[in-house]
DNA sequence: TGATGTTTCAAACAATCGTTTCCATCGAGG
DNA sequence: CCTCGATGGAAACGATTGTTTGAAACATCA
């Protein structure tokens, strides 16, 4: 089992050195003799750079995924043809995102990597990510649309990204405003504990109230 | 006036490179040659990579902070020695924030750029941004403060930055969302669409309940 | 054991990176 | 006129990148 294990410690040393500098600044290099492997085992097990980003993701992706459908047939069959109650939605997909990437490594390793999957975006990724693992997104979305029948669609569709921002962006970049918050705060902040605090405001940022009809000129109102 | 020519013509051929493939994905030649100027001009003019990214920055961010002073004086003046309610304090940052890369190139530049300084985080661009521009950010904390007395400060703190993930992270991947959104609503999203239905879901969030009492239980590793 | 297929390893590959050097060019001041 | 500091330009620098190579080491099974 001596591959097997080569491929988990590129694996293992890689998601870690890609949370903390991305994709483009961390060299197969630094990776390898970290990870105390030949250079070019990389390409030997991946194939090419690009392959092991995307094995990086799916490693945390796979397990969610499947997880994640398996906790919405429950909710499906305990409200059988009803409707879900939003917060049961959200609390679910919390706890999801949760348990999965504490089985393997840290949930801050999971949420850096999301945040530079966002932001760098370099295509091949993106749509990876999308085309992969879209199915389970568009699922989820469709049980908030029942459980939200007030909010036009669109305005649903973007609401679900706001939050998706503040949750990515918020765990993304947890360490250094953890530093900040304990330095003029005095208290160490947990991950449970920004969930804790997230969940009350994601709650209102869905049931805000419409914005105002858009003004045909730029007349400004305060 | 041939050396502002270059100057201007290599940052206004940066920022958008940066922005739309990240720093480390963005060589000088291919600033340079799309530039039409000399490879060398970048080092002669601002000395290395890393300055070049901060002069991009501070191109953006250096008549925002004066003209966010501003603002924010002319609102200290209007309420004086009062408390200046939250939506005005929130409405004059959003109109300062499109009006200053209005003036010239476009928004989406500036956040996909501001985006990046997060999620990259390559210590000299954070560090860069934190001490040259912290002081107006807490300048405008502090009057949020007085503006939101009932919420406890760390509570504001990481509502604060809740809510700017979520604009940061909406405008910066503003153009991949607005496909998705034109394509399955068929509706052209602008930007000032877009911070038009920011303002509620901000409002809300800022002002959701707060979350219930911590309970007791093991602690979490990071 | 000997043969076979897999994995590891050191070395080199070509390409690209940021940076530097050296010289030509230009314009203003003596 | 000539000089001199500033700028533009071509070429090369050394370092680093992802990838490939070919042989050694290993495991597996007849």
């Known amino acids: 089992m001596a591959q097997t294990d080569t491929v988990t410690r590129i694996l293992d040393t890689a998601e870690v050195l890609f949370a903390e500098r991305g994709f483009a600044e961390t060299s197969l290099r630094t990776i390898t003799s970290k990870a105390r492997v030949n ?4 390409n030997y097990h991946f194939g090419s750079k690009k392959a092991l980003i995307q094995a990086v993701f799916s490693r945390y992706l796979d397990p969610f995924t499947e997880r994640f459908h398996g906790v919405l047939d429950d909710l499906e069959a305990r409200h059988a043809g009803g409707v879900i109650p939003l917060e049961e ?4 997909m919390a706890r999801t995102v949760l348990e999965v990437p504490a089985e ?3 949930l801050k390793v999971f949420m850096k990597l999301l945040g530079l999957a966002y932001s760098q975006a370099q295509g091949h990724l993106r749509r990876y990510i999308q085309e992969e ?3 389970v997104f568009m699922r989820f979305t469709e049980l908030v649309r029942r459980a939200t029948p007030e909010l036009p669609d669109s305005e649903r569709f973007w609401r679900l990204h706001f939050v998706l921002g503040t949750v990515i ?3 993304s970049g947890l360490d250094a405003l953890r530093d900040i918050a304990e330095k003029d705060y005095g208290e ?3 991950v449970r504990d920004l969930i804790r605090r997230l969940r009350p405001v994601v ?5 805000a109230p419409l914005p105002e009809a858009p003004v045909a000129s730029h007349a400004e109102a305060s």
Do not use: I, K, W
């Not at 939605?89 to 679910?92: I, P």
């Open 39 to 42: 250079l070019a085992a990389v």
């Open 89 to 92: 939605l959200l609390e679910s």
């Open 104 to 106: 393997r490594h840290s």
């Open 133 to 135: 693992y879209g199915s």
């Open 169 to 171: 962006f918020t765990l």
């Open 188 to 190: 160490h902040v947990t």
């Open 203 to 207: 709650v209102a940022a869905l049931n």
